[in-house]
């Protein structure tokens, strides 16, 4: 079963995470089914609603530390940066269900979906500072607009999770249901959506965020450079070697 599952039924394509045993974690190849099937929803005037979500028990650990370590992404055509500017560019509803975990890029992708609704159970975390690593898919940009600077600062330099009724409150959450209730919320949602005229949304989102969309592909990029270039010093070597090796990091020395 591949580690990617995409669906369409009544104008809403469903994008799951279907990777239980590692934690839903993201390989390239799995950025690279991704963005396709973006890219497909973009172009396919079938599609008028994206849904992505995950597991009742988790959403995503974020990148596949091992993956990552092996094929970092190198340029912006990797698939990883791919995906990131075609959720960041889509221009009809884009919707995520999370429940359980979403670390990393779980967390940041969300920053592009129009609405989001969580499970009870959902743990939001962007470990960057914590992996050696600085913040990823705009987030930068966008946490500190949407949270206010000083909870964007808490999120992102202690890198320690927040749950679903602080992301509520902060406004990353539309709503919160149990966790066996959330996907079928999004997708309940999405079917509304859909029966929508599509040109309206896309209009109402373009109007909405039109203006914004320089800054924020000129700020993943900005991003994109400086996480490549961490990736290969010290602290990300030694942050990702203990998670292989399943110890404490040590960076007393960096
Ligand atoms: N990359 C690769 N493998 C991962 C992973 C990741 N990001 N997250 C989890 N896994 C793997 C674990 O190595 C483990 O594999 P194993 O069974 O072969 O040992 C398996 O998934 C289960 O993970 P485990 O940590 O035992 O599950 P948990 O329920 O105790 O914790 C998380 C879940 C998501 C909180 C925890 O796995 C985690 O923190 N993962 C790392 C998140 C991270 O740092 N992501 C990178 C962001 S850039």
Redesign the pocket.
Known sequence: MSDILTHTDAGVMTITFNRL???N?ITAAMYATMADAVAQAAADPAVRVVVFQGHES?FS??????DFLNQPPSTQESPVFRFLRGIATFEKPLLAAVAG?A???GTTMLFHCDLVYAGDNAAFSM??VN?G?CPEAASSLLAPRMFGYHRAAEALLMGEPFFAEAAQEVGLVNRVVPPTEVNGYAQAQARKLAAKPLTSLIATKRLMKGGDQQAVLQKMDEEGRDFGRMLREPAAKEAFGA?MEKRKPDFSKL
């Not at 650990?61 to 091992?66: E, R, T, Y």
């Open positions: 045993d590692k934690k974690s988790i650990a974020g990148n596949d530390i091992g975990p670390v990393g890029i470990p960057f992996l690593l998670f």
